[in-house]
């Protein structure tokens, strides 16, 4: 398994849970496909727990999930980094717009009310 400081990293700078960050510790380092029971076993996450973390994962962008049609379960992937970078920076850029946004409403509703005393 993954040093917890690795963990704690992870968690800090994607703000995934401690189970998030596990699996996706593991993931990156084996690089290729992982089935569950594998996830399981190497992650110290209860096994319960892996297909729905691995799926939340997916929703954040950071997992692939690599479904199986031929009876074999389906596996789970990190993300290249260079895609989990873009699809963070394009995040940051749309929330960046709503700030700016957000900022620009807040001062002009202000000057207006202060213009009205």
Same mark, same amino acid.
Request: proline share 3%.
């Given at each position: 398994?993954?040093? /917890?400081?690795?963990?704690?990293?992870? !968690?800090?700078?994607?703000?995934?849970?401690?189970?998030? +960050?596990?699996?996706?510790?593991?993931?990156? $380092?084996?690089?290729?496909?992982?089935?569950p029971?594998?996830?399981?076993?190497?992650?110290?996450v209860?096994r319960? !727990?892996?297909?729905?973390?691995c799926?939340?994962? +997916?929703? $954040?962008?950071?997992?692939?999930?690599?479904?199986?049609?031929?009876?074999?379960?389906?596996?789970? !992937?990190?993300?290249? !980094? +260079?895609?989990?970078?873009?699809?963070?920076?394009?995040?940051? +850029?749309? /929330?960046?717009?709503?700030?700016?946004?957000?900022?620009?409403?807040?001062?002009? $509703?202000?000057?207006?009310?202060?213009?009205?005393?």
């Open positions: 398994m993954t040093d /917890w400081k690795t963990i704690e990293r992870i !968690k800090e700078l994607f703000e995934l849970t401690e189970y998030e +960050a596990k699996i996706f510790a593991v993931l990156v $380092k084996e690089g290729t496909g992982v089935i029971n594998r996830l399981t076993r190497l992650s110290k209860p319960v !727990k892996v297909y729905t973390i799926y939340n994962l +997916a929703e $954040k962008g950071f997992v692939q999930v690599i479904p199986r049609n031929d009876g074999h379960l389906t596996q789970f !992937k990190a993300r290249p !980094k +260079a895609e989990i970078f873009e699809m963070l920076r394009e995040r940051n +850029a749309i /929330w960046m717009r709503r700030v700016s946004t957000g900022l620009r409403e807040i001062y002009q $509703k202000a000057r207006i009310a202060g213009a009205r005393r």
